[in-house]
C-alpha cells in the first residue's frame, strides 16, 4: 500500500477486504518501525485474515506445480480461489492472464 492514493482508491472498492494469513505476514515483516507496525495494526483490523486450511494447502500445491509460482504466493492466490474471490495484488509473480488476479496499477520507477 506505501501510502499511496491509488491503493486507498483500489480498497474503496470492496466491502470486505479478506487478507491471507500470509499476506498478513508479509505486512508485519516489512514494519520495520514502530510507526509501521500501528498502519499495518490499524489495516489489518479492517480485514478477515483468512488462515490456511486443507482445501487451500491443496490448491497451493496444484498451483505451485502447474504454475510455477513460488510457494508463498501459491498460498495466497490459492486463498483467493478457494474463497472464490479475486486476488487484487501489485505483486509482478502473479499472471497477469489469470481471470480471478487483478493488477489494478503499476508503481513507475
Given at each position: 500500500m506505501q501510502g499511496r492514493d491509488e491503493a486507498a482508491r483500489e480498497l474503496d472498492?470492496?466491502?470486505v477486504i479478506e487478507v491471507s494469513a500470509v499476506s498478513a505476514a508479509e505486512l508485519w515483516a516489512g514494519a520495520t518501525t514502530e510507526t509501521r507496525e500501528h498502519v499495518v495494526e490499524s489495516f489489518l483490523a479492517t480485514c478477515l485474515t483468512v488462515p490456511?486450511?486443507?482445501?487451500v494447502?491443496?490448491?497451493a500445491g496444484w498451483l505451485r506445480r502447474t504454475r510455477r509460482v513460488r510457494l508463498p504466493d501459491a498460498i495466497v492466490w490459492a486463498t483467493a480461489r478457494v474463497r472464490g474471490h479475486l486476488l487484487?495484488?501489485?505483486d509482478k509473480g502473479f499472471p497477469a492472464?489469470?481471470?480471478e488476479v487483478r493488477h489494478p496499477y503499476r508503481l513507475e520507477p
Open positions: 472498492r470492496y466491502r490456511v486450511d486443507d482445501a494447502a491443496r490448491e487484487v495484488t501489485r492472464d489469470a481471470p
